[in-house]
């Protein structure tokens, strides 16, 4: 078993950090975080498949908003269907002390990770640039934001995406971890911002107008819903990365030891736990969105 393994490097040309022995990885910790991967792997997957068919089944759902709920699905659905698998089988192989083994799921892990994760935290963030640009444009917003705009936007972020996995791959020293973690740092700020800037946005709006409409009192009513949204969504991110952010940056700072590694390990639990709560969240606050998946799930089980 691993932990009775003494001072083993570990996978030296993938691990970017100082002190890769191998007992910096705790038993217990590798067998608690295969239990709770395991428990969230199938939910995760399921509901974001669901959410994925509702909007690319239901033309009234193929709007710019919709259509990033639905990207950020499918990053999601990543995560339950290959990352959570290739960490429980990574630990597993740790466990069993199958190093050779062990390696080769770190890289492809490794690869895989940085291809869905980097595009969903991009994606996160133009959501709440999208919900800005809603409040901030009304009526011009329908002309200024549209599909074709998402679409490049999404092929961006699939471009950096791949940009970032390459830098990955040709990093060496532990200063990547902070360039990373500085970046995730400064997009969770952008989302911040924007959410703050919506609402100050939306309260500028009800000074300025003196003869509300009803149409208008029922935009106003949209628009306050979202960004109750919004600030459930962001806060839920926040609890789920920023612990994952500051154990990189640690990690960056001091290298690896036995406390940090097994924050790692418990963070990046975390973080796979937002990919499982997204598709609710986006449920629960969505009625037109419900009502659709309520809709097909009741028209697959009766077929």
């Known amino acids: 078993m691993m932990n009775s393994t003494t001072q083993q490097v570990l996978c030296p040309r993938l691990t970017i950090s100082h002190n890769k022995d191998a007992h910096n990885f705790d038993y217990s910790t590798n067998v608690l975080v295969c239990i709770i991967n395991g428990l969230l792997m199938l939910p ?9 068919l509702c909007i690319l089944r239901n033309p009234s759902l193929r709007k710019p908003s919709y259509l990033l709920i639905c990207a950020l699905a499918f990053t999601d659905f990543g995560v339950g269907v290959l990352l959570q698998p290739l960490f429980i089988a990574r630990k597993v192989a740790l466990i069993l002390s199958r190093q050779d083994f062990y390696c080769s799921l770190l890289k492809s892990g490794n690869i895989l990770a940085h291809m869905i994760c980097s595009p969903s935290f991009f994606i996160v963030t133009m959501i709440s640039i999208d919900r800005y640009l809603a409040i901030r444009l009304r009526t011009r917003y329908n002309q200024v934001v549209t599909a074709k705009t998402v679409l490049k936007f999404l092929t961006g972020c699939m471009v950096s995406a791949l940009a970032v996995t390459l830098g990955r791959l040709q990093a060496t020293k532990p200063s990547y971890m902070g360039i990373a973690a500085v970046l995730m740092f400064v997009l969770l700020l952008v989302i911040m911002v924007s959410y703050f800037i919506s609402i100050k946005t939306l309260k500028t709006h009800h000074r300025q107008v003196h003869s ?26 926040f609890l789920c990365y920023i612990p994952f952010v500051g154990v990189v940056i640690a990690i960056a700072i001091q290298g690896r030891n036995a406390m940090l590694m097994i924050a790692w390990e418990y963070t990046a639990t975390l973080l796979f736990l937002n990919s499982c709560l997204n598709p609710l969240l986006h449920l629960w606050r969505c009625k037109e969105l419900r009502q659709s998946c309520v809709s097909l799930v009741c028209k697959t089980w009766h077929n």
Not at 44 to 52: A, E, G, R, W
């Open 212 to 237: 509300i409409q009803e149409s208008m009192l029922v935009q106003s009513a949209q628009h306050k819903r979202t960004i109750k949204t919004l600030l459930i969504i962001v806060s839920c991110l």
């Open 44 to 52: 995760t997957t399921l509901f974001n498949l669901v959410l994925i």
